[in-house]
T-cell receptor
Framework: AQSVSQHNHHVILSEAASLELGCNYS??????LFWYVQYPGQHLQLLLK??????LVKGIKGFEAEFIKSKFSFNLRKPSVQWSDTAEYFC??????????????FGKGTRLSVIA | GAVVSQHPSWVICKSGTSVKIECRSL??????MFWYRQFPKQSLMLMAT?????????EQGVEKDKFLINHASLTLSTLTVTSAHPEDSSFYIC??????????????FGAGSRLTVL
């Protein structure tokens, strides 16, 4: 079975600081990887996704993530965070090609608080 | 873009009553919807996979008779929490797959329904 581990429960950063949120997964086969964000009072939104190809994925709002297959990792990064990035971030994975309608497995989430 | 509408957003009920939560795909057809449950400060846990026109597939440990899922049309799936008890209080979130690409499973999420059972 797949599982996702997010290392940090709560991260506090000052504006303009760089961000890296860790995500590791366990699954032996091909995977699709996702980062979702949940802003306060809002529903989950897709930040970025990786299916295949270039392991460095660019997402919305200046976020990017790098898939490192040898480390089973898909860390989320942003060079300079803003106060508006304050949110809960979830890493998710599901089995790769031909997985049909397999659901996503989520990590426990990382709360990011950006202070002025 | 694809939108999933979920109602109600917040419901309070007495113990022993049943509560129905609706999940609608507004501008696309969703043959498959997923129902998740989120406890405070925890991850989203998959409860069941809802397939249009067929029985839902429940995850291990999820009571089929307590959490009734109906997916009667391509745009509507419902979750009914039957004989609710305080331990059923949680945040329930539905999602639908919007990508036709096999294995992609890009999900659009509803806003969630917070259930409080007194």
């Amino acid at each position: 079975a797949q599982s996702v581990s997010q290392h940090n429960h709560h991260v506090i950063l000052s504006e303009a600081a760089s961000l890296e949120l860790g995500c590791n997964y366990s699954y032996g086969g091909t995977v699709n990887l996702f980062w979702y964000v949940q802003y306060p009072g809002q529903h989950l939104q897709l930040l970025l996704k990786y299916f295949s190809g270039d392991p460095l994925v660019k997402g919305i709002k200046g976020f990017e993530a790098e898939f490192i297959k040898s480390k089973f990792s898909f860390n989320l990064r942003k060079p300079s965070v803003q106060w508006s990035d304050t949110a809960e971030y979830f890493c998710a994975v599901n089995a790769g090609p031909n997985s049909g309608n397999t659901p996503l497995v989520f990590g426990k989430g990382t709360r990011l608080s950006v202070i002025a | 873009g694809a939108v999933v509408s979920q109602h109600p957003s917040w419901v309070i009920c007495k113990s022993g009553t049943s509560v129905k939560i609706e999940c609608r795909s507004l501008d696309f057809q969703a043959t498959t919807m997923f129902w998740y449950r989120q406890f405070p400060k925890q991850s989203l846990m998959l409860m069941a996979t809802s397939n249009e026109g067929s029985k839902a597939t429940y995850e291990q440990g999820v009571e089929k008779d307590k959490f009734l899922i109906n997916h009667a049309s391509l745009t509507l799936s419902t979750l009914t929490v039957t004989s609710a008890h305080p331990e059923d209080s949680s945040f329930y979130i539905c999602s639908a797959r919007v990508s036709r690409r096999a294995g992609a499973n890009v999900l659009t999420f509803g806003a969630g329904s917070r259930l409080t059972v007194l």
